[in-house]
């Protein structure tokens, strides 16, 4: 890098003098097209539930699902995620119900498509702890995950959530194949324009803890997920898991968790010519929100973390805050 002239000749803040005058030398922009708002889906009528760790974001029953979806469209958000949270009685260690055509996800999509048409993005995530008794992502036998078989199951799920009108499938569940094997299947029965966002590089994190009691499996957990997730202390390993992806048919990339790994994001953008995603996860966004709410930090701390987001590379973020900020910004 060359700089050229020196004080006092050269005055950077000359340039940070005037509100009109940052705006035009901006490195970076935020808006409404870079986020996509989780939605968690509970069973019931009229319910809109409060979660655990945290504050302001609820689960919803699929006749509620219209004021945050109207909310999400009036603000521009252009893609919804959605999550179950899975009665206990209908998981077991196969995590069958993930099958059933009427579990909640599939009512959501189904209620979302009929309402909303193509008008908004539908994100689904495939695996299995939302649906095992035992918490993990994949079939569990003798304290092991068995990859190759919890491919087959979901290659299932991501064609039954693709033909109900899935616009994103989103392995989220770090099986080695998994998602050359998705793609050969839905290309297959005729889902080619179906397109799957990868979660190439999740970390094994403490972060998400919220979440897991937003979907019911942080207390059926036996065991951590290691084995399968990745090892934080590694960055080069997410350049692989990447590349194996892209390979294998990936269209965008995911990296989860997000502030901790802002390097891993540079990274993968600079090394990959494709759309790299972040998620910033529950245990973030509780931190944040809950130092609003104690009054240690204020509002904008939101905006700033998301633009960490952007100035490292991100294309999208996944954010709990979505909705809260889109017409904000």
Known sequence: MIITGKYPNLRLRRNRKTDWSRRLIREN?????????????????????????????????????????????????????????????????????????????????????????????????????????????????????????????????????????????????????????????????????????????????????????AVGSKNLLKGDKKTYQMDFYNSKEAIREVALDIKEGADMVMVKPGLPYLDIIRLIKDNFKIPVFAYQVSGEYSLIQNGIKKGIIDNKSIIESLVSFKRSGANAIVTYFADKIANKI
Do not use: W
């Open 29 to 213: 922009e935020l808006s409404a097209n870079d986020l996509i708002l989780p939605i968690f889906l509970t069973e019931g009528i009229r319910k809109k539930q409060s979660i655990k760790n945290m504050p302001d974001v609820y689960r919803y029953s699929i006749d509620n699902l219209s004021n945050i979806i109207d909310r999400a469209l009036n603000n521009k958000i252009p893609m919804i995620a959605l999550f179950p949270n899975t009665h206990t009685k209908l998981k077991d260690k196969k995590g069958s119900e993930s099958l059933n055509e009427n579990n909640l996800v599939c009512k959501a999509i189904k209620f979302i498509k009929k309402k909303y048409k193509n008008e908004i993005g539908i994100m689904c995530d495939v695996a299995l702890d939302p649906y095992t008794s035992h918490g993990h992502d994949g079939i569990l036998k003798k304290n092991q995950i068995l990859n190759d078989e919890t491919i087959k199951i979901l290659i299932q799920q991501s064609i039954l959530q693709a033909q109900l009108g899935c616009d994103v499938i989103a392995p989220s569940d770090m099986m080695d194949g998994r998602v050359g094997e998705i793609r050969k299947s839905l290309d297959k029965n005729n889902l080619k324009n179906t397109q799957i966002l990868s979660y190439a590089v999740k970390y094994a994190s403490s972060f998400y803890g919220p979440f897991r009691n």
